[in-house]
């Protein structure tokens, strides 16, 4: 990668995230996500919560029993009662234990269900979107939105759910406890925490925004590894170790910056808290000493409202964090609801219906396609391709051949023009059916860290081992895969790094053998390979093309010499067609396209000419 890239990938996720999402208010976020993500669950919610109140009641009795804990056993040394009371407080103590850990395991359950659910949906929702899409965000940033966000969002419920459910019930609890015990003492106290407020709301504010940011860095950051864990031995040829490495520190200081300004402002409120209990705490022993001292209270009482004031400061302290904490995950639902949001460009039209019976003729009537506005990529494409023939597109890098065939199974939609198979506007039948009849095989093949056997059968869903080992055969696989270690069970390696490029070729030559669509498209399959693979993986090609209606790209102009019709594309626009001899006798870009190569080949030295001269 060019060392601005890091600045462009940057700059590109801001745009999308910018573009995506809307400002939404905490109201609004919260109630979205307790409608798409919380609500399902009410009942093991209710039910957690149920043991979170038997926890928070175990709490205050707990505080409670300090009374008679001092009255009885201590001050009027009654020995009936230290029994009683001592089994009293263990069984407190065992009620409040069990039902902590039913709860946490609720809450635990609930929590990753909710990660589970938002990864499959937010998989799903991706899945069905056109390429545009993923050509305009980079593979890190949706990752992000996997891990970090989903699984922040999650902590944010899991933790606002407990500290309603167990914090806020056992600070009611010591709060009665409290007032129960010493009314005065009571009121003094909780007359110095409503201070804390409007602090700690400012603080949730400022960590919702650190939070974004660390977010957005962290899918650079994902996408940044990515790419030069693919690329390692590039960066290995050109020893760029050292520049890379300095990259990823770069980016790590950033997160470790931003981390290190989100724990500054969340901790805080640690501060806020520990000196509003300390001075809550010292007016309790000053004031509440004096009462007992002058009689006014006894001596239980006050032990028992000291037990469940600190006590209450836990819970008050978590409380007080929660708004932190919730904004964090407020700030990852975001992302993820403007993610979700996002719709496809290209859909099944309303009365679309399914493709059946393909023969498989195929064309293209005057079709016009931009990537970008003013910059034409097809001006008036007209291409027929009859079914069950072989028709060749040839002409110079950039012309627009792999965007007619990008154009035919709806990875993109025409601007206007026509596209028909059978007869019939692709745009008036349904997606998934165009897709299923096509089989497509180009030069950047796609293997999956996985068997070699499971890579050829992603052809085709329900395949058996035989049908698998069929395809290879007849793709001229089998051979090199029974050499293999482990043969049809050896895993290929990411991208089929373990391969050779020839190899890799013949597995996605099988895998379409599989798939068995009356339509292929070939997209320089052959380009990248020496002659002896190139040789094994013709061979290949012609068993699958026999039969079917095909459409191939071809750099070397010797493979679509048999060809039944030859389109020359130059600049968007058809400028020849015709057999390979036709073309030849016409002596015009072909003409010239022919004789480069062949002069190319036989001199060993590459040569710069113009086709569109």
């Known amino acids: 990668m060019v060392p601005h890239v890091e600045t462009g990938c940057k700059a590109l996720i801001k745009l999308t995230e910018n573009t995506d999402s809307r400002h939404r208010s905490t109201t609004e976020l919260m109630r979205r996500l307790w409608r798409e993500n919380?609500?399902?669950?009410?009942?093991?919610?209710?039910?957690?919560?149920?043991?979170?109140?038997?926890?928070?009641?175990?709490?205050?009795?707990?505080?409670?029993?300090?009374?008679?804990v001092v009255n009885d056993v201590f001050i009027d040394r009654n020995q009936d009662l230290l029994w009683p009371i001592g089994l009293a407080v263990l069984a407190t103590f065992l009620i409040k234990g069990f039902a902590n850990y039913g709860q946490a395991?609720?809450?635990?359950?609930?929590?990753?269900?909710?990660?589970?659910?938002?990864?499959?949906?937010?998989?799903?929702?991706?899945?069905?979107?056109?390429?545009?899409?993923?050509?305009?965000?980079?593979?890190?940033?949706?990752?992000?939105?996997?891990?970090?966000?989903?699984?922040?969002?999650?902590?944010?419920?899991?933790?606002?759910?407990?500290s309603i459910g167990k914090d806020f019930l056992s600070l009611i609890g010591l709060v009665v406890v409290m007032f129960i015990q010493d009314w005065h003492l009571a009121l003094i106290a909780f007359f110095i925490f409503p201070v804390a407020i409007f602090p700690i709301v400012r603080i949730g504010r400022r960590i919702r925004k650190v939070t974004t940011n660390t977010q957005e860095e962290m899918g650079l950051f994902t996408t940044l590894l990515g790419q030069t864990f693919q690329g390692i031995r590039i960066v290995k040829s050109y020893g760029m170790e050292t520049y890379e490495s300095g990259r990823i520190a770069e980016i790590v200081e950033r997160i470790r910056r931003l981390n290190m300004k989100a724990a500054r402002t969340q901790t805080l409120s640690s501060p806020i808290m520990e000196t509003l209990g300390g001075l809550a705490v010292f007016v309790v022993i000053v004031y509440g000493g004096s009462r007992v001292i002058e009689g006014e209270t006894d001596s239980g009482a006050f032990f028992s409202f000291i037990t469940a004031l600190l006590l209450a400061y836990e819970p008050m302290k978590r409380l007080a964090n929660l708004n932190a904490g919730l904004q964090q995950g407020l700030a990852s639902a975001e992302r993820l609801y403007a993610l979700l949001g996002v719709k496809p460009r290209i859909t099944d039209r309303a009365n679309a219906r399914a493709l059946t019976n393909v023969v498989g003729a195929i064309r293209l009537d005057d079709v016009r396609f931009f990537y970008e506005p003013n910059k034409p990529a097809?001006?008036?494409?007209?291409?027929?391709?009859?079914?069950?023939?072989?028709?060749?597109?040839?002409?110079?890098?950039?012309?627009?051949?792999?965007?007619?065939?990008?154009?035919?199974?709806?990875?993109?939609?025409?601007?206007?023009?026509?596209?028909?198979?059978?007869?019939?506007?692709?745009?008036?039948?349904?997606?998934?059916?165009?897709?299923?009849?096509?089989a497509l095989v180009s030069q950047e093949i796609t293997l999956f860290d996985d068997t070699v056997?499971?890579?050829?059968?992603?052809?085709?869903?329900?395949?058996?081992?035989?049908?698998?080992?069929?395809?290879?055969?007849?793709?001229?696989?089998?051979?090199?895969?029974?050499?293999?270690?482990?043969?049809?069970?050896?895993?290929?390696?990411?991208?089929?790094?373990?391969?050779?490029?020839?190899?890799?070729?013949?597995?996605?030559?099988?895998?379409?053998?599989?798939?068995?669509?009356?339509?292929?498209?070939?997209?320089?399959?052959?380009?990248a390979l020496d002659t002896e693979s190139e040789r094994k993986v013709q061979t290949a090609l012609s068993e699958l093309m026999r039969g079917r209606t095909t459409l191939v790209i071809a750099h070397r102009l010797s493979t679509v010499v048999d060809a039944d019709l030859i389109y020359v594309i130059v600049q968007g626009r058809v400028v020849e067609k015709g057999t390979h001899a036709e073309l030849l006798a016409r002596k015009g870009a072909y003409k010239r396209l022919y004789a480069m190569q062949f002069e190319e080949e036989t001199s060993g030295q590459p040569l710069v000419a113009a086709v569109e001269a």
């Open 453 to 527: 056997a499971a890579n050829i059968a992603y052809g085709r869903g329900g395949a058996s081992q035989d049908e698998v080992i069929k395809a290879a055969r007849h793709a001229a696989a089998d051979e090199f895969i029974e050499q293999l270690s482990s043969g049809y069970d050896t895993i290929v390696g990411e991208q089929g790094i373990k391969l050779s490029g020839g190899q890799r070729q013949r597995l996605a030559i099988a895998r379409a053998m599989l798939k068995n669509a009356p339509m292929l498209l070939l997209d320089e399959a052959t380009s």
């Open 38 to 68: 919380i609500r399902h669950f009410t009942g093991w919610l209710m039910l957690a919560i149920l043991l979170m109140a038997v926890m928070a009641s175990a709490t205050a009795f707990s505080a409670w029993l300090m009374k008679p």
């Open 378 to 438: 097809l001006d008036g494409v007209t291409i027929d391709v009859p079914a069950g023939k072989t028709v060749a597109l040839v002409g110079p890098s950039g012309a627009g051949k792999s965007t007619i065939l990008n154009l035919i199974p709806r990875f993109y939609d025409i601007d206007s023009g026509i596209i028909t198979i059978d007869g019939i506007d692709i745009r008036d039948v349904k997606m998934e059916s165009v897709q299923a009849n096509i």
């Open 105 to 162: 395991m609720l809450m635990n359950f609930v929590g990753l269900r909710i990660i589970a659910d938002t990864q499959n949906r937010l998989y799903a929702h991706l899945a069905h979107m056109d390429l545009a899409f993923f050509h305009a965000r980079s593979s890190g940033t949706l990752i992000s939105r996997f891990t970090n966000d989903i699984n922040q969002m999650r902590n944010a419920v899991s933790n606002a759910i407990t």
